[in-house]
């Protein structure tokens, strides 16, 4: 299998292309801005449906990945014991597990993870996977030679900074470097990353917003000298192997949904909370893989770039159609700068959706663009979709929008269907879920997809069963939670929220540095400064 970028180009990358620092692939980011694909999409071997059946979770990863990484690039071996290694850090052992709330809605609950939210199950798996290859080229190296290593480097506002530390702490030759707003991150939030003491994890308490914590890393990604002399990396959603670890759970539920359920004439219905177009991207790979499914629902918050898609055909940063704002603000914690800039991102209960555009949209759009490519050849055909969404991007960059055409947006709406639900509807689903028979307590992205799988339900055939992706534990957004649910006489957050993980944690010991400044020379400088400590250590010599 090899890997092109969706903006052409004749380059074709194996899943490690060997290049300085880290695999290109691995990255997701193509040189000419686009983002790797794999060059066909992989059918399903021809009995996978009794032959994958009673396969557990690791197992079943190791028959999807093998079909998109050749046995070159990691046999198949190693590529088992990478597997068995990134989920042992699960706690439960169907690792994602299937819940029924109703006889025609599940849950699949991809939150039992070190840190409870979602992204565990690509992070725990790329962390494993940039050791093996540092390794294996450390390992081809003549002996004295200087190590190749990586410096991860990334901003958080909370919710997301913990799964890249989990994923790459005590990593051997990775270092990873993740930026904070001081004060803005919610306390479990910050007890989650913080606590954390392996020598190669570094949380930066940046004395700024989270706006200025992105604005360094973009400085530091920009700075070509430094960029190169350190071997900075990113472990952001773009990246193809996090795409790829997440189709796995899409084939794991619909075997055990089929064991839970007689198998009549069930069809399938994945609605997915939606951001940057990871999750349900991988959700569309397993679709045209094979695996039977109805139409990926796609639920996005108020940041509602896609299902304006859905709608209208146009892809536009600012909403220039509609009335907007609803009657609930989320001052969520952590991201309450109070700064909602016309055209800006909208601070809502669902934070870890809150986007202005979806990074891995540009790969849906590629295979949009190439069915809807005139003519006949494979070759033809791609060369056609890379020049088609070349010109989309540049409209992207320039306009802030573009419109497809609509023949597009009719294959669009043959795969997908779309709804974004404001935060009024998210606190009301939480409620609802917990006063019902299954008093189910939903963190508020997963509330986002119950709510919207109840919309097209209703636009649903009878013999549709809604798996809702569950992508957080509601103990991790606990300010929207306990807002839905403290007028509930039953609701006891320690009682029915709080895992026992996170009762000890406020008290941990933690490892923070201070940036006092929101300047990328305080960020570089302590960058350096462990860099030199470790190429000290690494020689037994002093720094002159
Ligand atoms: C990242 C995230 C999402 C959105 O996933 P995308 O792949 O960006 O669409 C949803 N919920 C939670 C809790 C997340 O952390």
Known sequence: MKYLSTRGGDERLTFEEVKPAVSTVLTGLAPNGGL???????????????????????????????????????????????????????????????????ARTYVLELFHGPTFAFKDVALQLLGNLFEFFLARRNARKSAGAKPE???????????????????????????????????????IQEAQMTTVTDTN????????????????????????????????????????????AQT??????????????????????????????GDVLAGYYAKRMGLPMARLVVATNENDILARFWKSGAYEKVDTSAVNGSAVTAPAAGASDGKQAAGGVKETFSPAMDIMVSSNFERLLWYLAYEDAAGSGQEAKMRAACATLDGWMKSMKSDGRVQVPIS?????????????????????????????????????????GLCAAKIVATQNPPSITQVVLSTAHPAKFSEAVTRALSSSPNFDFELDVLPPEFKGLLEKERRVIAVDAPEASLVKEIIEGFAEREAGSATGASSV
């Open 149 to 187: 290593t990586l410096t991860v480097v990334g901003a958080t506002s909370g919710d997301t900074g913990s799964a890249a530390i989990y994923g790459l702490r005590n990593k051997a030759n990775v270092s990873i470097f993740i930026l904070h707003p001081k004060g803005r991150v919610s306390p």
């Open 201 to 244: 994890v570094h949380n930066l308490a940046v004395n700024g917003t989270f706006d200025d914590c992105q604005d360094i890393v973009k400085s530091l990604f920009g700075d070509r000298e430094f960029n190169a002399k350190h071997r900075l990396g990113a472990v952001n959603s773009i990246n193809w192997a996090r795409i790829l």
């Open 248 to 277: 796995v759970y899409y084939f794991h539920s619909y075997f055990q949904l089929r064991a839970q359920s007689p198998p009549d004439n069930v069809e399938i219905q994945y609605v997915v909370p939606t951001g940057n177009f």
């Open 408 to 448: 597009v947006l009719g294959l669009a709406r043959r795969d997908f269907v779309a709804e974004r639900i404001s935060n009024e509807q998210t606190l009301d689903t939480i409620r609802e879920y917990f006063t019902s028979e299954s008093a189910y307590v939903a963190d508020p992205h997963t509330a986002v």
């Open 36 to 102: 790797y694909i794999p060059e066909y999409i992989p059918a399903l071997p021809e009995n996978w449906e009794t032959s994958w059946k009673d396969l557990s979770f690791t197992d079943l990863a190791v028959e999807v990945l093998s079909l998109y990484i050749s046995p070159e690039d990691i046999s198949r071996e190693d590529l088992r014991a990478l597997v068995e290694k990134s989920y042992r850090t699960f706690r439960h052992p169907d690792i994602t597990p299937v819940k029924r709330l109703s």
